[in-house]
């Protein structure tokens, strides 16, 4: 019997081809929705915490007072050395943070920019290009270029790969580009520099030298970070924080998502996206019970119970929910590559949020069918007569 079911509910969804595109449509349009709202709110979270997991070590110090890699408040670096007195510590490096304005030297528009500085002896970041290009920024003014910054800065990437000298005014300074690296834009920042502890002091010359914004703490082979990051908050004064390297991720991550709009406008537009389909499929359904009221009154007074025609409606909702996610999926994926282009963000496909989007698509559609399904109490088999 649960064979015949299926034909019958998409015999009835076909009949009408129309409406059925329309519904198709309409459910494609949300699930679009969905997906570039999510892909937005994952590549905004993953964006702004590439700098956290690139780097090299196991627990991170910070101010108390800096809440995100956009705000960071300075420390004294003693309370970093201070760490070397623990037997599980290895080594340590401070790291200094801060935005400023590079000029565009073609345009000479000036924009912000993100500036990394630490001592170029040891690699702090794991980051593609940046170990073979450490000894440049040992030079005096020089700095590395990520080139995977928006072209607003200037055809940077392009004219160093060509081997022309490359220069631009940074905070009124004149630097010269020794190098590419890539890290990648964020909502944050959309252009990152590398260079020397040496020269970010030259930078930024109201800093004060040994007042860094993270202290990187490297482990020895076997040690716990949670344990040794629990004795170092018992050992070091409260005008520093200790996290481990987990934990230093995830609290970027909720800066974004619980302190800023922005997460909030992803998830509304994610919950408004399932609300217009399920208004959509629900038209589409209340309407398709309602042409086919007689129909059903036939079935009950042949025998039919209403839970069989209940089912008939939640397959109709499942045919739907199929069909229209797959043109939904494929213009997603088209529009991802899209705003990977125009915003250099990492707007990518995950298998996970496909499945996410096609549970709630399901959903979506089965809150519609249960809902037109009420409809069908007025299926009086005395209607026929």
């Known amino acids: 019997m649960f064979g015949s079911k299926i034909p019958l509910a998409w015999l009835q969804l076909k009949r009408e081809r129309t409406r059925l595109a329309v519904a198709l449509a309409g459910i494609a349009f949300a699930d679009i929705l969905m997906f570039m709202q999510l892909g937005f709110r994952d590549s905004l979270y993953y964006s702004n915490v590439r700098f956290h997991t690139s780097l090299q070590g196991d627990i991170v110090l910070i101010n108390p007072q800096s809440s995100a890699l956009l705000s960071m408040k300075p420390f004294s670096q003693r309370r970093l050395y ?26 000479g528009i000036p924009r912000n920019l993100l500036v990394i500085g630490f001592n170029p002896e040891s690699n702090v970041l794991k980051l593609e290009g940046l170990e073979e290009n450490l000894d440049k920024i040992k030079i005096p003014d020089v700095v590395l270029y990520d080139k995977s910054s928006r072209q607003e800065y200037g055809p940077i990437a392009a004219k160093f790969q060509e081997g022309k000298l490359v220069t631009a005014e940074v905070r009124r300074r004149l630097i010269k580009v020794g190098g590419l690296f890539t890290l990648g834009a964020s909502f944050g920042a959309d252009g990152n520099l590398i260079t020397s502890d040496v020269n970010f002091l030259r930078i930024f010359f109201n800093r004060q030298p040994g007042l860094i914004d993270i202290g990187l703490i490297q482990l020895k ?16 004064p409260s005008d520093v924080r200790v996290l481990t390297k987990q934990e230093y991720i995830d609290k970027e991550r909720n800066f974004w998502a619980s302190s800023t709009a922005i997460g909030f406008i992803f998830t509304l537009g994610t919950i408004m996206g399932f609300i217009v389909g399920t208004v959509i499929v629900y038209q589409i359904l209340y309407t398709e019970v309602a042409d086919h009221l007689v129909e059903y009154a036939t079935l009950k007074a042949i025998g039919y119970a209403q839970e069989y025609l209940l089912v008939v409606i939640l397959q109709e909702a499942l045919i739907l929910a199929v069909l229209g996610y797959v043109p939904g999926l494929a213009f997603s994926l088209f529009l991802y590559q899209q705003a990977r282009q125009a915003t250099l963000l990492p707007v990518y496909m995950s298998a996970a949020r496909a499945i996410q989007v096609l549970i709630l698509t399901i959903i979506m ?7 037109a399904v009420r409809k069908l109490r007025y299926a009086d088999p005395a209607d026929i007569f």
Do not use: M
């Open 82 to 107: 201070r760490a070397l007195d623990l037997k599980a510590v290895q080594s340590v490096h401070p790291i200094y943070l801060d935005y400023t304005s590079w000029k565009n030297p073609i345009t």
């Open 221 to 236: 082979s076997g040690a716990n970070a949670d344990a040794v990051a629990k004795e170092l908050r018992n050992y070091l």
């Open 365 to 371: 559609c089965f809150i519609s069918g249960a809902i």
